[in-house]
């Protein structure tokens, strides 16, 4: 079995800053790509930012120069920090992960369980 546990959402005031983690556990054998999504009521789920095994990153353009993804792979584990909020980034924050587990020739995608980031004055 695999878990993905993100933490560090809340209530913030525009223009203001969050850490997002999300820590991945269980039977890992590997673990590929890594992302954040993010989804506002109403709205579809959207990717934010993903990081490679290797480290490269991409980023949507809503986010570009204010968020900054990360991961340590020794813990398994992804960071989403993010600077200089705006209401509209109000949403429930997901982490994936493309995970292969032990004693599997195949991976697959996982998900964690959300957390709402709110940007309110």
């Known amino acids: 079995q695999v878990q993905l546990v993100e933490s560090g959402g809340g209530l913030v005031q525009p223009g203001g800053s969050l850490r997002l983690s999300c820590a991945a556990s269980?039977?890992?054998?590997?673990?590929?790509?890594m992302g954040w999504y993010r989804q506002a009521p109403g709205k579809e789920r959207e990717l934010v930012a993903v990081?490679?095994?290797?480290?490269?990153?991409a980023y949507a353009d809503f986010v570009k120069g204010r968020f900054t993804i990360s991961r340590d792979n020794a813990k398994n584990t992804v960071f989403l920090q993010m600077n200089s909020l705006k209401p509209e980034d109000t949403a429930v924050y997901y982490c994936n992960a493309n995970i292969r587990q032990i004693d599997r020739d195949y991976s697959a995608i996982y998900w964690g369980q959300g957390t709402q980031v709110t940007v309110s004055s």
């Open positions: 269980g039977t890992i054998f590997s673990i590929n790509a």
């Open positions: 990081i490679r095994s290797g480290g490269s990153t």
